[in-house]
Each structure stands twice: as C-alpha cells, then as structure tokens.
C-alpha cells in the first residue's frame, strides 16, 4: 500500500474510534483491521489514536491528588472572579 490517501484509507481513519471501541460489525472490523496491518500511515494513526484514547479513559479513573485538585480549583475561581470584574 502507498501513502495514506485511498479510499481504504479514508474508511479505515472515518471509522477509527467505532474500531478502536470494537463497535462496529464483525465484517467492517476485520476489514479494518486488516487494511491498518497493510497500511503503515493507517497504522501509526491507529497506534497514536489508541494511546491517546488509553491515557484519556485512564486519567478519568484515577483521582487527582488533594493539591493538585486545590490548585485546579483555585485556578478556576480565579479566571471565574476576573471575568465576573470585567463585565
């Protein structure tokens, strides 16, 4: 395969997060599945956007430590107080 430019391409990255979530029929995954195996632009999509995917659903697990919250909120309280003073 070339550069990532075909119309397999274009199916396969449309239907990145429907494959990546297993979400889609079985017939369209191995489809897929078998066009990012052939396809190493689609593959390095695929790579990027399945790690980005696994820290994002990660990071919604885990708690955020006690200052590190305090400092988050402290931050939005202040932005929230400068835009309440200049309108």
Do not use: W
């Not at 696994?54 to 988050?72: H, T």
Request: charged share 30%; aromatic share 4%.
């Amino acid at each position: 395969m070339g550069a990532c430019d075909g119309p397999d391409c274009e199916k396969a990255l449309q239907n990145l997060y429907l494959f990546i979530d297993q979400e889609m029929d079985t017939a369209s995954c191995e489809e897929i599945q078998s066009h990012i195996d052939d396809c190493s632009d689609c593959l390095d999509e695929f790579d990027l956007e399945r790690v980005v995917k696994q820290l994002v659903s990660r990071s919604c697990v885990e708690v955020a430590p006690a200052p590190l919250r305090d400092r988050v909120l402290f931050s939005i309280r202040t932005v929230q107080v400068q835009i309440t003073e200049t309108t």
